[in-house]
């Protein structure tokens, strides 16, 4: 069994940059691709970003590519998510999940394909 921390939210302004961090406990970390999630009052979960195991292939949705970037250490077990000009749209808890499964199929954007799930962190960007 996996345990899923998140921490590092807060309230940001427009153009900000914030980390949000992401603790395993209970498993062998680099057994699981990862993932960050988001959702927004009303709105569905969606998909952030995603690592492979060895942190060599990372994914991301378009409207946060080239503003976030998802990384991990292993040795801390441990996956970050750098965000950059923030944007009110980007309001949402985030929550990062770990995957057993989509390391192999590519299908990182399924929130049903991961095994594992934090508690989420609030984000908030103000205008």
């Known amino acids: 069994q996996v345990q899923l921390v998140e921490s590092g939210g807060g309230l940001v302004q427009t153009g900000d940059s914030l980390r949000v961090s992401c603790v395993a406990t209970?498993?062998?970390?680099?057994?699981?691709?990862m993932g960050w999630f988001r959702q927004a009052p009303e709105k569905e979960r969606e998909f952030v970003a995603g690592?492979?195991?060895?942190?060599?292939?990372?994914y991301y949705a378009d409207s946060v590519r080239g503003r976030f970037t998802i990384s991990r250490d292993n040795a801390k077990n441990t996956v970050y998510l750098e965000m950059n000009s923030l944007r009110p749209e980007d309001t949402a808890i985030f929550y990062c999940?770990?995957?057993?499964?989509?390391?192999?199929?590519?299908?990182?954007?399924?929130?049903?394909?991961?095994?594992?799930w934090g508690q989420g962190t609030q984000v908030t960007v103000s205008s």
């Open positions: 690592i492979s195991w060895g942190g060599g292939k990372t």
């Open positions: 999940a770990a995957s057993s499964e989509v390391h192999w199929s590519g299908n990182y954007a399924n929130p049903l394909r991961y095994d594992y």
């Open positions: 209970g498993g062998t970390f680099d057994d699981y691709a």
